[in-house]
């Protein structure tokens, strides 16, 4: 057997009336499409469903996947205990998913469960499903903070377990859209989240799973989106398909989008190369780096080829005398950036220069970056085609008297504070204020946000 039907849904705990008090009146739209879709769950039958969430456990590297053979889960954090759900883990369907990962070292497992209660995100699509399926277990899936190549492929990974367990499966992707839809909404208002929802709503509609994959990190910030990542496993699990898409329908009237559709393959199976959306993405970003890579300048060449014979060989390069004077008479300090698929993959670097030149700080910071930066698990052999990377050279660092001398797109900050120290470079995607770039900063260097700090600015050349 294989997956049956996919539903996108969204996970407001005000549509659930004991909570809504009334309120959950004004998303009417959405609680009749929330009825219809767990209906047409109810025909299906499902022997599990699968319900991703972003409020499930969720690490920057790792996909949690809940352990155990059962949980319970209430609604108490809204006031309402009494509305309170104990389900039943499909353990052999789950244990597959994380056997296949461990097979071929996907970041995902059962390990580094923080709190076993079920939460809203799964909670509020099971509260319409129980009231018209009782049977079938479940299997829970939280995000994580790798990039959406990562979460297509967890979602390929699913898709395989439940053929290989013969699984009669539904698939819930849940998740909110923009929560920055209306100036009176609880996060208020910003351009990109109607442009985020009008953008999804048009993707789902058309099943165009790929250009998920196309949503830039930095946008989907913005529209303080919570489901994306969720409809992309859920996009993977329906890899190679063709399908049929339904809207039943989309609101934005509380400030938050909440949008529901269904996804049917074809039946009997129609196997579609075309939709095989994950393998073409990763073709083509292979392609683009590609040709980057080839244009670069002797700054990225060396740290692409420091971290890549690190990687593959554990050899540390030696510093060429055929490179560029400015690299081998120079000291500076140098921090390597490395992304994939459009996430951080990896940042280290030194405020000031350690060695003897900036080629050998370019050499050493492209391996720490790569293989010892504490937020990330080194950089693995088969990752490096997917890799863009860059150099950005310091200058020296000069203490300011004021804030009102830093500029966010042409310095970067360091903020002091006894021993506490937090430097943040200039001009990145998501930071547009003077104010974020110190606050984070000094959440980098573990300073409070209220305290007093010195502040520094210094500038960089960025080799891209």
């Not at 997917?386 to 660092?397: H, Q, T, Y």
Request: hydrophobic residues 35%; aromatic residues 8%.
């Amino acid at each position: 057997m294989s997956i049956k039907a996919a539903f996108m849904v969204p996970h407001p705990p005000m549509i659930i009336p004991a909570i809504g008090k009334g309120g959950e009146k004004q998303i009417t739209t959405t609680i009749e499409a929330y009825e219809k879709v767990a209906e047409e769950i109810a025909k299906l039958q499902p022997e599990t469903i699968i319900i991703t969430s972003p409020h499930s456990i969720m690490y920057a590297d790792y996909f949690h996947i809940s352990p155990g053979s059962r949980a319970e889960g209430n609604f108490a954090r809204f006031g309402t205990p009494e509305v309170a759900f104990t389900e039943e883990y499909d353990g052999e369907l789950r244990d597959w998913i994380c056997l296949l990962a461990d097979k071929i070292d996907f970041p995902a497992g059962t390990l580094g469960e923080r709190d076993p209660e079920l939460d809203h995100g799964t909670m509020v699509p099971l509260w319409f499903i129980r009231k018209k399926y009782k049977e079938g277990k479940i299997v829970r899936i939280g995000l994580s903070g790798c990039g959406l190549l990562e979460h297509y492929r967890l979602g390929q990974l699913i898709k395989q377990a439940v053929e290989d367990c013969d699984r009669n499966v539904v698939f819930v992707a849940s998740g909110d859209l923009s929560h920055k839809l209306q100036e009176y909404g609880p996060y208020g208002f910003a351009k990109e989240g109607p442009e985020y929802d009008k953008r999804i709503m048009d993707v789902v509609g058309r099943a165009a799973f790929g250009e998920m994959l196309e949503f830039p990190e930095d946008f989907c910030e913005k529209a303080a989106e919570c489901g994306h990542r969720s409809f992309v496993i859920m996009s993977g699990a329906l890899d190679g398909q063709a399908v049929e898409a339904k809207v039943y329908s989309h609101e934005d009237v509380t400030g938050v989008g909440y949008g529901i559709a269904s996804f049917y393959p074809a039946y009997p199976t129609v196997n579609d190369d075309s939709r095989r959306f994950g393998d073409h993405y990763l073709e083509k970003i292979k392609r683009e780096l590609e040709e980057k890579a080839a244009k670069s300048d002797a700054y990225v060449k060396l740290a692409r080829k420091s971290l890549e014979s690190y990687i593959m060989n554990r050899k540390v390069i030696d510093v060429s005398e055929h490179l560029p004077d400015e690299m081998l008479k120079e000291k500076a300090g140098v921090f390597v950036s490395i992304h994939k698929g459009g996430s951080l993959r990896g940042c280290i670097g030194t405020f000031l220069p350690t060695t003897d030149c900036i080629a050998e700080e370019i050499i050493n910071n492209a391996i720490s970056a790569s293989t010892r930066d504490p937020r990330f698990r080194p950089i693995e052999a088969e990752e490096l085609p997917l890799l863009d990377i860059n150099v950005d050279v310091l200058s020296a660092p000069e203490r300011i008297d004021s804030k009102d001398e830093l500029d966010v797109k042409r310095y970067g900050v360091i903020v002091t504070r006894g021993r506490k120290r937090g430097l943040l470079l200039p001009d990145l995607d998501g930071v547009d204020t003077i104010d974020e770039q110190i606050a984070i900063a000094k959440q980098k260097a573990g300073i409070d946000e209220d305290e007093e700090v010195e502040l520094q600015r210094f500038e960089v050349v960025r080799h891209l």
